[in-house]
């Protein structure tokens, strides 16, 4: 089978290295068409702890390991994501990259004990080590648990290019002029480029917010922007001060029309100012930033978006992956995350590791993969408008997010369950990458909405005595301390990767 991805950047190329790790044989031509004549930003990214995944699992047959990768891409570790001022408080709630150790049972008693007793981000393993600047390897230089990366998107996919590439995936660089149809099946026959005509058996759809292929297929759209505020943002990079050491996070600062990401690379700060022009102009944006950080902007652009999804990313012969099929902001890192699950789901549950064409496209397996990216991308925006449930109300943005934007009916249900007990992964969809209460337990708790009180009610309704509530929070405070010992500061970590030692 002959497998065309258009659109390169990250998704396009960790795509290729998918489809590469299932072609040992080299029985199947995997082609990626690209432009140089299309700009990448390269700001700065974030992920989840699916990223690592691939990075250590899935693809080390294609040579990939995590020190080569952070060596080459100028990454970071990610253990979580500090939030600024989303109350309007001034104050900061986390969220880490790991869950808790009991996410997953009836009732998370290693959050709720923390919350009680101490703080509740320290319930995960990352969440301590996070707030107090240590990081995820130990002194001997390997990792002993769970994170993620901070990275420059552009870099990541010249890296993930180069693998493909070694793999058998071919490049051409060139652009989509129009489509050829099969006039009787409907499928996607060929496509019309600058150099000539290009024909594939199957087509994946990287092309970002252009969506040139899925598109003009009939994918359709279904718009988040009655429940998701936001539709613009800035990206600018930022130099870090003489002798500063990054913390290992994300900050995600609230603002007057929305909030500003932070993200640390070997290099810089990438930043950028996700906003609503419902309520601020472009030039108002940047005075924003310049007045509340204190720093001298040079916006690198002005990126419009609709916050939604395909309606129907798999037609045919041609399926949609990352931008392509969908944004719901960058608030959680859920981009390049939904890239992965897409991927994941699509390579290993609708092929059986098979890239024969009958045994890819039917009916029954567009079906499902349509089924479940529906879900997954609908469950996302529930997690996103969450964010915005908050007491601000000091200007007509945050006024609007609390009294007049939509929620979501999951929303409304998992807040009005907060106010007489702790929800639990049971009020959550649990599948492959979705982001329940493992996710939602911080900002739940970071914006008030469950409070120590009903913590310790929801406690004692699962017979958890005082002294258990104390040996348990006892218990967490003893792994902490043990994971920190074993553990390199973040500093000392900055320095062994910048000096490129790490693993050595």
Known sequence: MKIVIVGGGTAGWIAACYYARFNENLKNEIVVIESSKIPTIGAGEGSTGIFTKIVNNHFTKLGINEIDFLNKTSSTLKLGIRFKNWNGDDKDFLSPIQPTETTISSVDSHVL????????????????????DYSTYSNSGSTIMGHSYHFDAKKVGEYFKEY????GVKCVDTEVITLNKNKTTGELDSIETPIGNVSADFWVDCSGFSRVLIGPMGGGWKSYSDYLPTNSAIPY???YEI???????TLAWAMPNGWM?????????GCGYVYSDKFTTYDNAVDEL?????????????IKFDCGRVETPWVKNVVAIGLAQGFVEPLEATSIHATLIQLDFLLTNTTNFNLEKESTIFDSNINRYNEFVGRFFDDIKDLIQLHYMTDREDTPFWKYCKYEMKRTDNVKDILNICKHRSPSMLDFNFYHGSGNWGVWCWTLIGLGHLTKEVAKNTLKAYNNTDEQILNTFNGIKNRNFKNSIRCMSSKDFMKTLLNKKLGK
Request: aromatic share 8%.
């Open 113 to 132: 004990v923390s919350h009680i007793l101490g703080d509740y981000f320290d319930s995960s393993a990352s969440g301590y080590l996070m707030n107090n």
């Open 243 to 249: 002798n500063e050491t990054p913390k290992l996070e």
């Open 290 to 302: 310049i007045k509340i950080t204190g720093r001298k902007i040079e916006p690198l652009r002005n």
């Open 237 to 239: 990079i930022h130099q």
């Open 164 to 167: 493909a590439m070694k793999a």
């Open 261 to 269: 990401w932070q993200i640390p690379t070997q290099e810089r700060y």
